[in-house]
T-cell receptor
Framework: DQQVKQNSPSLSVQEGRISILNCDYT??????FLWYKKYPAEGPTFLIS?????DKNEDGRFTVFLNKSAKHLSLHIVPSQPGDSAVYFC????????????FGTGTRLTIIP | GAGVSQSPSNKVTEKGKDVELRCDPI?????LYWYRQSLGQGLEFLIY????????KSGLPSDRFSAERTGGSVSTLTIQRTQQEDSAVYLC??????????????FGNGTRLTVT
């Protein structure tokens, strides 16, 4: 049972344009969400997070939006740069820490120069 | 400072053999996780250690898999009688304490296990 779903396995975006990566979840007990970025032969690195008390969190070129009623979150990257080409994983957790992260299957983002 | 260190980085083993994978977490991190990523798949949770609490073993796929964490630091994941379906990248991660806004997981580069 896939509790965190990334339905787009790949996405190609022109350099300078906006990249939008989507994620859906089914467990209503999730209330902390993270995005990780992974390059080949490296472990995932933390990118940005959001808790359920917010609907938006911004960090430089990266913004995460959360729609709790739709159980949907998205990551916006603007402007997209060639170095953003990687696999992006959405992850979710319960509250108060001490909870394992449940990951989606990832979306491979390719930025076209 | 040093990140999460995993060894070996690559391991090729014959079907039926036992393997041990090692993880050195970031100093001071009380939480340690093992995940694996099979080809074309997402990250699959295996086991979670938090301080002196009993580990959450709910993700271990069979009783051939076990893990321990000695002295609250180094962890070893052991796979007995390896099977070809065990081939994957095994990732270790640590955090200050569970998953909170101030302590995201920090991952190592993984051990790529190939069972022939």
């Amino acid at each position: 049972d896939q509790q965190v779903k990334q339905n787009s396995p790949s996405l190609s975006v022109q350099e300078g344009r906006i990249s939008i990566l989507n994620c859906d979840y089914t467990n209503s007990m999730f209330d902390y969400f993270l995005w990780y970025k992974k390059y080949p032969a490296e472990g995932p690195t933390f990118l940005i997070s959001i808790s359920s008390i917010k609907d938006k969190n911004e960090d430089g070129r990266f913004t995460v939006f959360l729609n709790k009623s739709a159980k949907h979150l998205s990551l916006h990257i603007v402007p997209s740069q060639p170095g953003d080409s990687a696999v992006y994983f959405c992850a979710a957790s319960g509250s108060f820490g001490n909870e394992k992260l449940t990951f989606g299957t990832g979306t491979r983002l390719t930025i076209i120069p | 400072g040093a990140g999460v260190s995993q060894s070996p980085s690559n391991k090729v083993t014959e079907k039926g053999k036992d393997v041990e994978l090692r993880c050195d977490p970031i100093s001071g991190h009380t939480a340690l996780y093992w995940y694996r990523q099979s080809l074309g798949q997402g990250l699959e949770f295996l086991i979670y250690f938090q301080g002196n609490s009993a580990p959450d073993k709910s993700g271990l796929p069979s009783d051939r898999f076990s893990a321990e964490r000695t002295g609250g630091s180094v962890s070893t994941l052991t796979i007995q009688r390896t099977q070809q379906e065990d081939s994957a990248v095994y990732l270790c991660a640590s955090s200050l304490g569970g998953v909170t806004a101030n302590s995201p997981l920090h991952f190592g580069n993984g051990t790529r296990l190939t069972v022939t």
